[in-house]
């Protein structure tokens, strides 16, 4: 199980280091990868010009854009709510960048009132993803929302 106070802690570290977000997300992302068993990608899409760019990540290559209220991580931007699901082969739309997937979890990261991107987890194994997963990584994107610094991002 994730210690997900630790991560928590860990990612804020980093965060007040180098607030810039692609130096933060970055090593963000492998804090992830690392700390949470039966991932197969973990990283960021951000929000450029209306829709989602692949920002830093680990895993195999990503899709490289995906538009508002498409696939998982599209809905969580137009939903505006986390995303969690179990079986992402029963998701009308979902996008397969990684036939491997089964479940994912995609949670908004919220900065001065506007989402600037997401948190996309996944894992090759269904029903992946808990609620203490949801809850923990719910602290986490909050944390990357309040504290680093996405000043530059084209939204």
């Not at 829709?51 to 508002?68: T, Y």
């Not at 939903?79 to 996008?95: L, M, N, S, T, Y």
């Not at 987890?121 to 809850?135: H, Q, T």
Request: negative net charge.
């Amino acid at each position: 199980m994730t210690d997900y106070t630790l991560l928590v802690e860990q990612a804020a570290s980093m965060i007040e280091t180098e607030p810039y977000y692609v130096a933060a997300l970055s090593n963000i992302s492998a804090l992830i990868y690392e700390s949470m068993d039966r991932l197969n990608w973990a990283g960021f899409y951000l929000m450029d010009k209306g829709s989602l760019l692949v920002g830093p990540f680990q895993g195999l290559p990503a899709c490289i854009r995906i538009e508002i209220g498409k696939g998982v991580c599209g809905t969580a931007v137009k939903e505006e709510k986390i995303q969690r699901v179990a079986d992402v082969h029963a998701f009308p739309g979902h996008i397969a960048c990684d036939a491997a997937s089964r479940s994912e979890i995609v949670l908004p990261i919220r900065s001065d009132g506007r989402i600037v991107g997401v948190l996309d987890i996944d894992s090759p194994e269904a029903e992946r993803f808990s609620i203490e997963d949801e809850k923990g990584l719910a602290l986490l994107s909050d944390l990357i929302g309040a504290k680093a610094d996405f000043a530059g991002l084209r939204t």
